[in-house]
């Protein structure tokens, strides 16, 4: 059992939906999900009635809430001792993150706690305007953007990363997915489900233009608030697609919904780390982003 399964845990028992459950603890909805899973694998117990219109407690995970919470408390009250404890000289780092960053969040969080101990990095999540604002006034000291790439100043440079690229997501049960790789043209004909375009214009603008490019124009299935909501339509079986961060496929096992890349990944975002000049250690921060091992800082 671990800290990470509790919160999501408490998280959904208190938010009552995966969906905002995710946005709460700032992860992707499936590896939320997939957390809970294994909790309740460890634990030989549903936690958790589940069903696409509504998600209830079991009467095992209304016993179990009040002894995760506990824990819970414990660790946080363990945490602020060691902050109390912490050397003077010891400082947070304000980090802005998005949804969908996988083993990149992993490898940054790591590579502080292994090569500078002695920064604290904290998590924020805001919308995309937000997010700058607080990068180029000091709030924040780095933070991902993804999309169009801003340009940088005197105080704030933006580092390329590697694109996110996006997986199909349909149902398991669907002749395509017997396919190992599909075209984009192959969905022509299947209801496309998306987030409105106000939620994430970068990633609806990727997805419409790619398909007038393929040649068709997507036939518009039911928008959705939640990544949760749309997985949970796709797997009833309605032949309807939806694209899914690869890394949060992933960290996804779904037996009704099958993930499949495209043949030519022609659907990938861009991706940028905006790093105020005064960043510490930004070597720790850039190479764990790019996905390169920091062993030349271990000495």
């Not at 299947?190 to 214009?201: I, K, Y």
């Not at 299935?221 to 992933?250: C, E, F, K």
């Not at 975002?269 to 105020?276: F, K, M, N, Q, S």
Request: glycine share 6%; aromatic share 4%.
């Amino acid at each position: 059992m671990e800290l990470r399964q509790l919160r999501c845990f408490v998280a959904v028992a208190e938010e009552l939906h995966f969906g905002r459950a995710a946005d709460r603890l700032m992860l992707g909805q499936p590896a939320v999900s997939q957390q809970v899973r294994r909790l309740e694998r460890e634990l030989k117990v549903e936690l958790f009635d589940r069903s696409p219109r509504y998600v209830r407690l079991t009467s095992a995970g209304e016993r179990f809430l009040p002894a995760a919470r506990e824990v819970l408390a414990a660790e946080r009250a363990a945490a602020a001792l060691a902050a109390e404890l912490a050397a003077p000289g010891a400082r947070a780092f304000g980090l802005g993150t998005i949804t969908g960053l996988g083993e990149r969040l992993d490898r940054i969080l790591d590579a502080y706690q292994r090569h500078a101990p002695e920064i604290r990095v904290e998590l924020h999540s805001a919308p995309v305007q937000e997010r700058l604002a607080r990068l180029a006034d000091g709030r924040l000291d780095a933070a991902f953007v993804r999309g169009e790439i801003p340009a940088g100043t005197d105080d704030v440079r933006f580092l390329p990363l590697p694109p996110d690229e996006l997986v199909i997501a349909l149902p398991a049960r669907h002749p395509l997915a017997e396919r190992s790789e599909l075209d984009l043209a192959d969905l022509a004909e299947l209801p496309l489900r998306l987030t409105e375009r106000r939620n994430h214009p970068a990633l609806v603008d990727l997805v419409l233009t790619a398909c007038h490019r393929a040649g068709f124009q997507p036939v518009p299935g039911p928008a959705s608030s939640t990544l949760q909501d749309t997985l949970a339509a796709i797997g009833t079986g309605t032949p309807m697609w939806t694209v899914v961060y690869a890394a949060n496929a992933r960290l996804t096992s779904h037996p009704r919904i099958a993930f499949r890349p495209l043949r030519d990944r022609v659907l990938a975002l861009p991706v940028a780390l905006g790093v105020r000049r005064t960043v510490p250690r930004p070597e720790l921060l850039v190479e764990a982003c790019r996905g390169r091992a920091a062993h030349d800082h271990e000495s």
